[in-house]
Each structure stands twice: as structure tokens, then as C-alpha cells.
């Protein structure tokens, strides 16, 4: 059998065309340069989710790129956020065995096509499957990486946030049509009209278009309609909980300002900061704003004191100790003079329930 040091390097003595995509906190592109360093030990992984390295591997032959292939898998980091070599190596045994069981030839014959591949992760204990919402932002991702068409409910959702349709009648409106107009925000003029009819969305589509938006960069007018209905959301205090959910997840991908950090911090201050939907969404989306130390130690202040208890600040803590800058600026809090009494408390169960 064939023997190969990295996964990156098994990919790359195909025949197909292929991209690499972190699908951790949110879908971005990942460069085969980058992660064959994570595989070789020589980086850590850039943006590690819950303890893992969780990516998606889109290969497709270029003249059918509608028959493309995508693999779905999570490996294991360890605790500086380093792959753990074992495990990668497991992983690639495996997938060697299984093609060479199915296409019954050596991994080094090039394949006739793609789909040769498809079945080379049955029953490998490293593959996972995206929920709904992610699965539909990354079909919406390869469709345009392959320059294939969008989904048939794409022209709906078009209509829709163009303003050409009655805004409280969005029944119709498809899930993966929103998801392939707000990926495509690049295209025509979606973008700017998001931006426009952003304020004025009901709530349904309203959430459903922030867990999209995370998955891109949006535009100065787009990010400031988000900035604006977050702000206002959280001064009525009238939605729910789930919504300034939302609402965070979309801000995360907004350039690091002043702005982005003042509403984050009302966010905190209010009613909503204690909630776990909304620490969650800060946690896992916003991380990047949190090395801001004066956001951070909001944070770590209104996290003390979050409504689910001692077992939310482990576990969120666990998750956001695992990137390398934040753990240096979190140690730095946790050392505080001036730390509250409820911080030093949760501080002291965390290790306490052996946290490190």
C-alpha cells in the first residue's frame, strides 16, 4: 500500500480539483499550505472548536464539477491546539484501506473520476455529518466554489430580500435559498439590498439570514445594518434570547471596531448577558473580539454569573482556553486584583472540577 506523511498530500497526487474548509466556529477557507503545517506538527490549528480540528475536504474533476465529493471530518488537537499525529495517521490508514478495498487498486492509480472517493470514509470513526444549518451554507459554498448553479429556491429568496414580495409572507421562502443568496452576496446587488431590508426582516428570516451572514465578510453597509438592529434589539429588550443569538453570530464576521466592541459590550451589560444562548454565541462566535481585554473582561465578569451555573463557565472556558491568545489574555483576568468576588468563585469550582 501506498505511504503517504499527510492527508494534503494524498489529495494533492489526484486528478481532482479540491479546496479545504475549517468548518469549525464557521465555514472558511483553509490553504492546503496551511494545513499540511497543522498535519506536520508545525502550527497549531488556527481556529480549534471544541478540542478539534473539524474541516471539509470538497474534491470534484473539472469537467463534471457537478459530481463533486465532499469528506466531513473532525480530528483531534491536543492541548496546545497541535494535531495529535496518531490519530491523523489512523484516520489516513483507514481511508488508504478503504479504497484500496473498493476500487480494488492501489491508491497511487489515479481514479476515473471524483466519486471514486465517495465511499472512502464508510464507518471511519473521524468523519462527522454538519446539522442542518451548516450543511446548507456549505452546499450554498461548493455550489459557487464549482461554479455550479444555485438551488432552485435561490430566485425565491432573490425576490424576497429585494423587496419584491410582501416581507411577513416568507413561508415559501426556501432554507437553502437563503442560504445560496446570502453566500452569493457577492453577486448582482444582494448584498447591498440585504443591507437595505435588513432592519425591517420579521423575525424568521431575520435569524435565519444571520446564521448564513456568519459564514461571510460582510460589507460596510451590511455590517452596520447589523450593528444598528442589534443595538436597538437589545435597547427594547422586547426579542428573544435566540434572536440577539443570532444577531451575534452574524456581527462575529464585522471588522474589529470600536463600535463592534461598544454594542458587544452593551450586549453584556443587559439582561441578555447572562443568558446561555447568548453566551454561546459570544463565546464560540465573537472569540476574535474577545482579545480586546476590556470586552474579555466583561466577559469573564457576566460569565461568573451566567444563568446555567458553574457548569457553563467550565465549559465555555475549556473551549476558549484551547486558542493560544486568548488562554495568555484569560490567565492574565483570572490574576486580576480587581476581580469580583462572584469571578474568583467560579474561578476556583473550574479548577476545582480539575479543569487543567
Request: charged fraction near 20%.
Amino acid at each position: 500500500m501506498a505511504h503517504f506523511d499527510t492527508l494534503t498530500d494524498f489529495i494533492q497526487q489526484t486528478e481532482a480539483q479540491f479546496r479545504i474548509f475549517d468548518m469549525g466556529r464557521c465555514i472558511s477557507k483553509l490553504s492546503p499550505d496551511t494545513f499540511r503545517k497543522v498535519e506536520l506538527g508545525q502550527i497549531p490549528f488556527p481556529k480549534p472548536f471544541l478540542h478539534q480540528a473539524w474541516i471539509a475536504i470538497l474534491m470534484w474533476n473539472p469537467k463534471q464539477a457537478s459530481e463533486n465529493v465532499v469528506w466531513f471530518l473532525k480530528l483531534p488537537l491536543d492541548e496546545q491546539g497541535f494535531m495529535v499525529q496518531a490519530a491523523r495517521d489512523d484516520f489516513l490508514n483507514r481511508l488508504l484501506q478503504n479504497l484500496t478495498n473498493s476500487m480494488g487498486k492501489g491508491p497511487l492509480d489515479q481514479p476515473t473520476d471524483a466519486t471514486e472517493y465517495r465511499d472512502a470514509l464508510k464507518d471511519n470513526p473521524f468523519s462527522f455529518t454538519p446539522d442542518q444549518e451548516k450543511m446548507a451554507a456549505f452546499h450554498a459554498t461548493a455550489t459557487l466554489t464549482t461554479r455550479q448553479p444555485a438551488s432552485s429556491f435561490y430566485d425565491g429568496a432573490k425576490q424576497y430580500f429585494h423587496g419584491k414580495a410582501d416581507l411577513n409572507h416568507w413561508d415559501s421562502l426556501g432554507y437553502q435559498g437563503i442560504a445560496d443568496y446570502v453566500i452569493r452576496h457577492q453577486q448582482g446587488n444582494n448584498e447591498d439590498k440585504l443591507a437595505e431590508i435588513f432592519g425591517q426582516l420579521p423575525d424568521t428570516p431575520l435569524e435565519a439570514c444571520c446564521t448564513f451572514i456568519e459564514h461571510i465578510q460582510p460589507s460596510a453597509p451590511l455590517s452596520e445594518a447589523i450593528r444598528l438592529r442589534l443595538e436597538n434589539s437589545v435597547s427594547e429588550g422586547k426579542v428573544s434570547a435566540n434572536q440577539i443569538g443570532a444577531l451575534l453570530r452574524a456581527i462575529s464576521q464585522c471588522p474589529e471596531d470600536e463600535q463592534k466592541i461598544a454594542v458587544l459590550t452593551r450586549v453584556l451589560q443587559s439582561p441578555y448577558g447572562t443568558q446561555a444562548e447568548v453566551i454561546a454565541a459570544l463565546a464560540s462566535r465573537c472569540w476574535a473580539s474577545l482579545q480586546y481585554p476590556e470586552l474579555l473582561q466583561q466577559f469573564l465578569e457576566t460569565l461568573a454569573v451566567n444563568d446555567a451555573g458553574q457548569a457553563c463557565f467550565n465549559r465555555v472556558m475549556a473551549d476558549l482556553m484551547f486558542i493560544p491568545t486568548l488562554r495568555a489574555l484569560t490567565l492574565q483576568q483570572f490574576r486580576a486584583a480587581d476581580r469580583s468576588e462572584a469571578l474568583s468563585r467560579a474561578i476556583g469550582g473550574m479548577f476545582g472540577d480539575g479543569f487543567l
